[in-house]
C-alpha cells in the first residue's frame, strides 16, 4: 500500500504542462497558469505595450480597452503572428509604427497570452483557444510580410 501511494503522490507533484482546457477558463482556477501568462506577457509584450498595457508614446499603442485586443481574435491573431506595420488607429489616435512578428512562440503560448491581454484590466473578451491559432497560423503560411490595417479589416 505505502510505495504505491507514494508514488501516486509523486506522479501528482509532477510538474507537467497544463492541458490546454485550463486556458479557456479565465481567470484559471490554477493560480500557475495565470502566472505563467502574466509572465509571458511580460517577456513577450510588454517590452514595447508596457506592463500596464496602456503602451507608450513613440514606442507601442495601448492594449487596454483596443478594440483590435477586445474585437475579431481573427485580426488579433494575426497581429501576434505575423506583426503589424502602421498606420492604425487605435482607440481613435493614428499610430505610425511598427511591431515585429512573434510567430516563433508555439499556438499555445499564442493563446494564452492573448487571452491574457483579452481578460486582464477589466476585458471580458472571449480566450483565444491553441487550436485557433493552429487554423490561422496554417491558413496564413505564405505570409512573410507584417499585416496592414487595411488587410485586417477585410478579416471578419
Ligand atoms: C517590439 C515592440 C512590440 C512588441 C514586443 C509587441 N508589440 Fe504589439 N505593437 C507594437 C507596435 C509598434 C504596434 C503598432 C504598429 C503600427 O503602428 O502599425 C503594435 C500593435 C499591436 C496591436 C494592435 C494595436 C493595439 O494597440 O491594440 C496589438 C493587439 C498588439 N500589438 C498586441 C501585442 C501582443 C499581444 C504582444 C505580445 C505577444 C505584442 N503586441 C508585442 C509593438 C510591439
Known sequence: ??????????????????????????????????RRAGIFFFISCAACHQPHGLGLEGLAPPLVESEWVLGSEQRLIRIALHGLRGPITVKGKPYQLEMP???????EQIATVLTYVRREWGHAATPVASATVTKVREATAKREEPWTEAELLKVP
Request: proline content about 15%.
Open 101 to 107: 512578428p512573434m510567430g516563433v512562440f508555439e499556438d
Open 1 to 34: 500500500m505505502r510505495p504505491a501511494l507514494r508514488l501516486r503522490g509523486r506522479s501528482q507533484s509532477n510538474q507537467a504542462r497544463p492541458p490546454q482546457s485550463q486556458f479557456l477558463r479565465w481567470p484559471p482556477s490554477n493560480k500557475r497558469v495565470l
